[in-house]
């Protein structure tokens, strides 16, 4: 037998195998609300572990795939996840798939104590104990509540919770604080 006889068997041979069991899967993505396109997807193909970004017009194509059934994952950060199992058997695949925005209807929110929360302040009441405020502006700083990182032992953490405060931190001798409030120079506060 020739070698032109063997070149062209072996030509057939492989022209076979590269045409055996090779399909294409498009796919357009549209939003279900409004049908408009959707381009910020990704689609992984977990049979063949790759992934697909659509184009503008959120097409996307996936050569080459398998006959079987093929697993796809749509993920988007604005949409819901999809799964999709696609059995592919011997003729190329045309699909719409709809994507569901991302949503939750919450119900009321009431924000009462937040600010005490946020800030760990409270007004003084009028009478405390023994003491009379009423004419008085002062601020309680409630610390069990400050958000403060008790490692540091940081007291500017603490007085940062009211405005107006100026303070000053001196550790020549140790932890000395000067505060000053509302315009007050912190150095003459000792006086």
């Not at 209807?105 to 104990?129: C, D, H, Q, T, Y």
């Not at 003491?131 to 008790?150: C, G, P, R, W």
């Amino acid at each position: 037998m020739s070698k032109a006889y063997f070149i062209s068997i072996g030509l057939f041979l492989l022209c076979q195998t590269a045409l055996v069991a090779q399909y294409r899967y498009e796919a357009i993505l549209l939003e279900t609300a409004t049908s408009t396109p959707i381009t910020t997807a990704e689609i992984y193909h977990t049979n063949a572990e790759k992934n697909y970004v659509p184009d503008k017009t959120g097409r996307i194509t996936i050569d080459n795939m398998q006959p079987g059934m093929q697993e796809l994952i749509i993920f988007s950060y604005e949409y819901n996840t999809v799964t999709l199992d696609i059995s592919i058997k011997d003729k190329n695949i045309k699909d719409t798939i709809y994507l569901d925005r991302l949503s939750a209807e919450l119900s009321e929110v009431v924000i009462n104590a937040k600010k005490e929360e946020l800030f760990a302040l409270r007004k003084m009441r009028r009478v405390e104990g023994t003491a009379i405020y009423s004419s008085k502006k002062t601020e309680v700083v409630l610390l069990d509540l400050i958000q403060a990182n008790l490692a540091s032992n940081n007291s500017r953490q603490i007085y940062a919770q009211i405005a107006g405060l100026n303070i000053y931190e001196g550790s020549d001798g140790g932890l000395q604080l000067a505060i000053g409030g509302r315009g007050l120079d912190p150095n003459r506060s000792s006086n």
